[in-house]
């Protein structure tokens, strides 16, 4: 009987350490930390500008802005085909709709021209910067256990003639050591008390 008693109570503290340590674990987590947020990056473009040749009379053709002789005047192209003065392109073919450059303008019937340059500038650029992360551990920190309250000491009835002799253990310290064995398999436990008529 001394052999199961100190079984059973190896076997309650071994389960009562483990749940210790188990209460214990701190609980964690991976978690995502922002760093720096996406932001939205626009650079501008420049604007359209057309300009006019004002350098004087010249043989061939003029060189484009920023060469000297050139006065901006509006930013859009009056020049192109079916407007009131359609240009040319240096080489003489037609100064079409959506082209930009350098473009001429008969001067009448005088064999001269009326030079002009069309730079339809650039459109905004626009750059999306993703957000800068780093992934990190996030942990619980455990809950520090309560002191236990001291137990109360157990009562021990005066044994009765005839009664089962359990030295130094009492009803109830015994019948938790029975669920324990029969929780581990040891069989049934059969602890009864008879009292004598």
């Not at 920023?66 to 192209?77: L, V």
């Not at 236990?148 to 938790?176: F, N, Y």
Request: hydrophobic fraction near 30%; charge should be negative.
């Amino acid at each position: 009987m001394k052999k199961l008693y100190a079984l059973a109570l190896g076997v309650l503290m071994t389960l009562g350490l483990s749940s210790t340590a188990l209460a214990d674990e701190p609980r964690c987590e991976t978690i995502t930390v922002v760093d720096e947020e996406a932001w939205t990056e626009v650079i501008p473009g420049t604007p359209s500008q057309h300009y006019s040749y004002v350098g004087g009379p010249i043989e061939g053709t003029p060189a484009p802005p920023p060469a000297e002789g050139w006065q901006a005047n509006t930013t859009i192209e009056p020049h192109y085909q079916g407007q009131a003065t359609p240009a040319q392109q240096p080489d003489g073919d037609p100064y079409t709709d959506g082209e930009s450059g350098l473009h001429y303008v008969s001067h009448g019937s005088s064999g001269l021209a009326d030079w002009f340059y069309f730079d339809p500038g650039t459109p905004d650029e626009t750059i999306e910067h993703e957000a800068v992360t780093h992934t990190e551990r996030d942990c619980d920190k455990p809950d520090k256990p309560d002191k236990p309250e001291k137990p109360e000491p157990p009562v021990v009835d005066k044994p009765h003639r005839g009664d089962l002799a359990m030295t130094g253990m009492s009803a109830g310290w015994a019948a938790i050591l029975a669920t324990v064995l029969a929780g581990l398999g040891g069989g049934a436990l059969w602890l009864s008390r008879r009292r004598m008529a």
